[in-house]
C-alpha cells in the first residue's frame, strides 16, 4: 500500500530535495498524522543505477533522513517511521528518488 504523492525527487547527485516536491513531504505527513499512530511507515531512497555504488547508496540514506526529518518537523512521531535501505530500481526509474510507504 502506498500514500498518494508518496515518491519526491532529488537534484541528481545532492541531498537537496525538489522544493515542489518538499510540499508533497509535508501533505504525506498531515495524511500520516490523520491516519493515526497505530499505521507505520518506510522511508528509503534508491541508489542511482551509475556510479559507484556505495556513494550512491551514502546519498540514498541521507535523502531518506531528510525526508523523515521533514516529516518529523511537521509532527509525525518518530516511532511511526523507520529508514529502510530501498534497492536499485529497474531501469533507473526511482534514480534520485525516496519513497514512503506503508508497511
Avoid: C, M, W
Wanted: no cysteine.
Amino acid at each position: 500500500r502506498k500514500l498518494d504523492s508518496n515518491v519526491v525527487t532529488f537534484r541528481p547527485g545532492s541531498g537537496q530535495l525538489l522544493s515542489a516536491d518538499r510540499d508533497k513531504v509535508i501533505l504525506a505527513a498531515r495524511a500520516i498524522i490523520t491516519a493515526g499512530e497505530r499505521a507505520r511507515y518506510a522511508v528509503g531512497g534508491h541508489p542511482a543505477r551509475d556510479g559507484n555504488a556505495t556513494v550512491n547508496s551514502q546519498l540514498a540514506r541521507i535523502r531518506a533522513e531528510v525526508v523523515v526529518k521533514i516529516l518529523v518537523d511537521h509532527g509525525v512521531p518518530v516511532g511511526q517511521i523507520e529508514i529502510v535501505p530501498f534497492s536499485v530500481a529497474p531501469e533507473g526509474d526511482r534514480d534520485n528518488q525516496v519513497e514512503i510507504v506503508v508497511k
